[in-house]
């Protein structure tokens, strides 16, 4: 009884909050529209600015929380809100999944903000508030980036992919940016008490960034790569009367001309098992005899499926294969799934068996045309799996089903991650994705030739030469870290100083 009146007496005290909070998830939905495919870069230090005044206001880490959590939950509710679209696919049985996972997901991120803010409210005031929520806050993204997997889509650093900010990528990485970006906005809080010290840092970043040289023209190989873009609907991708229709116009995209030296299609691109397929692999190679061919598809090994990326040889056999390690979350995996799948509970994208089994991990595969290491969708969103490759590659190579995410904000979001991978590494990437956008990645992150989103086709890529190795991909978010745990350090030490003297 003592802790549910403890919490009804919270309650209570946050009613006279609840304008505060309703601006603050106002303006955490506000943010969103800076992510792609809006690109409303004021809409962050405007934000921010606010954000960060509300938070100088708090009084106790109890309201600080409720802020931080508010604006998160604004933020992620519009930012990610395609996470709704998997579960219109299946509308008659999943529909009703849908605002549930809107809410419990934005929810759930919101929580890392709510402690960055509870924290930095608790121990500190004034300007060391600033500081502090800086250091807290970018923790908490670290956070949201590694924990329980991981999540890191919509992190602060993507807001900048179309802007010169995206040059520090391959020296500080995403995290580096997201933190740069909370160092510039969030002391515009303190413009009315010091106008100098809330425009200088903001100042100061504009300033860098726009000395940063132009990127220049990167070398190119002599290497000629098709990427072939099915455009299958998600929901007609496994009909049985529909299914094969999208694999024979894939297959009529491999026989156009001219020869390319390799041909690309995307994930899950043959609706049947690897271990089946060989009939279906020979009619495919038909196409384009003697022109390599990596595609997805899945297979069954021991009882368990998998995800996999397969080099097809010109026999029709699979010369090497890749596959997926990091998998979504009931997407194509349920945790304790042999338990769930009991009660029929099922990853949403598998098509056998009750979920994926995990690949071992990043691996390199020996294509044609080079070294790549492969990425199957949702492994792009993670650059410390790019970094955990054995070997530095020539390339990257993702491959995907972007129809999972509508044609919305999801498959630009995607995207979005896929061209930080490729600067934060200085490598090309040939990107296949079904519904698209399929294209070819430059080593500084621009999107060279490349098919829109919801078009059929293909595009011939002059793969790019790869860059030197950068500095982000042999430190990885190491050193970052360290100087947050830092600031933060020192922040929560002259907050404390602060506190004793008065």
Not at 196 to 218: D, F, H, K, N, T
Not at 335 to 351: D, T
Request: with cysteine.
């Amino acid at each position: 009884m003592t802790k549910v009146s403890g919490l009804r007496s919270r309650l209570g005290r946050l009613a006279p909050h609840l304008p505060v909070l309703v601006l603050a998830f106002g303006f955490g939905a506000l943010m969103s529209l800076a992510l792609a495919p809006n690109h409303m870069l004021w809409t962050v230090p405007t934000a921010l600015a606010v954000i960060g005044a509300f938070a100088l206001r708090a009084q106790t880490s109890w309201s600080g929380a409720m802020l931080g959590w508010a604006f998160g939950l604004g933020y992620f509710a519009f930012g990610l809100s395609w996470i709704v679209e998997p579960f219109q696919v299946d509308a008659q049985r999943h529909a009703w999944m849908a605002p549930f996972a809107l809410v419990f997901l934005a929810g759930g991120l919101a929580l890392f903000w709510g402690a960055a803010f509870a924290g930095a409210v608790r121990w500190s005031r004034g300007a060391a508030r600033v500081a502090l929520l800086i250091a807290f806050w970018s923790l908490a993204e670290f956070a949201r980036a590694y924990l329980l997997t991981g999540f890191p889509w919509a992190a602060f650093g993507q807001f900048w992919i179309d802007t010169p900010a995206a040059q520090l990528l391959p020296w500080i990485g995403p995290q580096g940016l997201a933190v740069l970006t909370l160092a510039a906005f969030l002391p515009l809080a303190l413009l009315r008490q010091s106008p100098a010290r809330a425009v200088l840092p903001g100042g100061a970043l504009v300033a860098l960034v726009a000395l940063l040289p132009s990127a220049p023209e990167v070398e190119l190989t002599d290497h000629r790569v098709r990427l072939v873009q099915p455009n299958a609907p998600q929901h007609q991708k496994w009909h049985p009367d529909l299914r094969w229709d999208f694999v024979r116009r894939a297959m009529g995209f491999n026989a156009q001309g001219p020869r390319p030296d390799m041909i690309i299609w995307p994930e899950t691109a043959v609706p049947q098992l690897l271990n089946y397929a060989g009939d279906t692999l020979e009619a495919i190679l038909e196409q384009a005899p003697g022109v390599p061919l990596l595609l997805g598809i899945q297979r069954e090994e021991g009882g368990a499926y998998f995800n996999s990326a397969a080099l097809i040889s010109a026999d029709g056999s699979a010369g090497q294969i890749y596959d997926k390690a990091h998998l979504v979350p009931f997407g194509e995996y349920v945790p304790f799934g042999n338990l769930m799948a009991r009660f029929g509970f099922h990853g949403l994208a598998s098509q056998a068996g009750a979920g994926y089994a995990a690949g071992p991990g990043a691996r390199l595969m020996d294509l044609p045309i080079g070294k790549a290491l492969p990425l199957i969708c949702y492994e792009a969103v993670f650059p410390q799996d790019v970094n955990a490759a054995p070997d530095r590659p020539d390339m990257l190579v993702q491959i995907t089903n972007d129809a999972w995410f509508g044609t919305r904000s999801g498959p630009y979001q995607h995207l979005v991650q896929a061209r930080m991978r490729a600067a934060e590494q200085g490598l090309p990437m040939l990107r296949a994705a079904n519904t698209g956008i399929s294209g070819v990645i430059d080593p500084y992150g621009r999107l060279g030739p490349s098919l829109p989103l919801g078009e059929a086709g293909y595009v011939d890529v002059i793969l790019p030469a790869a860059l030197p190795a950068t500095p982000y991909s042999g430190t990885g978010d190491w050193p970052v870290l360290i100087l947050l745990l830092g600031l933060a350090g020192a922040a929560l030490r002259r907050g404390g100083n602060m506190q004793a003297r008065s």
